[in-house]
């Protein structure tokens, strides 16, 4: 709706980078739900007058779960105290063990959202919502192992498409992006790699693996993968937020991607928390008439944070930073 308010902060002086951090961050702290530990790597998308949000929120037990929340402005969240409740959609098979790392789309006539499902193992849940009050459960997309389960907001040449990143059932020290198809959202077929992984001496900070973030933005030049990056160091894992272009029609095909990152661990919030050192990004807003970017982003999985850029800025950044 036109009177929405875009979440927006302008570009401090002080600032060189392409990426920019919302003054208040983090926007979701860990303690704003009674039964929370942490929330964070959570995912918002437009809704009627404001904003909606399904967030992860790990309890005091380290439950994983995803909880729904709204917004009029973006930046101020009230979170539901109780996690969502799944009925059956395409299937009767709605059995997890835990959900988290959601992400969020409109397509067509519903929101569409993919979360790493517990299913003997992660793999990618699917489910949806008209109205962020009751959701319905579908089919798993894929086999175990498998996470960041990402879709475009638009059928590709008449199917769904989902970017995923196939893994382990550990603290994956490897993983490339993936692309399926699926006719109906519940079978999916024709894997295709899209990226992978870099070696250290041409990008080392997405040299031990990579995944999908936010819901991909179709642009002039192709589609806007943000994405992350995860470098292996002497004090474990550090993630960093990159993106790359992907062809509008073959996806697969990786146009530009970025050497540098666009924003790494750097901030308190993000350096210290449960695991420190983690840019997780995980959803997007953007404004194509203002040239405005807004990116939530998981906070040493501790927390949200809220990032802006000019598309137009990232987009260029990308094709001059290609590897």
Known sequence: ??????????????????????????????????????????????????????????????????????SKNGIDWEINHEPIKMQAGNTDMIESDYKYDPRVVFIEDRYWITWCNGYHGPTIGIGYTLDFKEFFQCENAFLPFNRNGVLFPQKINGKYAMLSRPSDNGHTPFGDIYISYSPDMKYWGEHRCVMKATAFEDSAWQCTKIGAGPIPILTKEGWLMIYHGVITTCNGFRYAMGAALLDENQPDQVKYRTQPYLLGPAAPYELMGDVPNVVFPCAALHDEKEDKLAIYYGAADTAVGLAYGKLSEVIQFTKDNSL
Do not use: L
């Open 1 to 70: 709706m036109q009177n929405r308010p875009f979440p927006w902060q302008d570009k401090p002086e002080s600032c060189q980078d392409v990426i920019w951090r919302h003054s208040e961050n983090p926007i979701i702290n860990r303690y704003d739900i009674p039964t929370s530990n942490s929330i964070f790597n959570s995912a918002v998308v437009p809704f009627e007058d404001g904003y909606a949000g399904v967030f992860r929120c790990d309890n005091k037990a380290v439950q994983m779960n995803i909880f729904a929340g709204f």
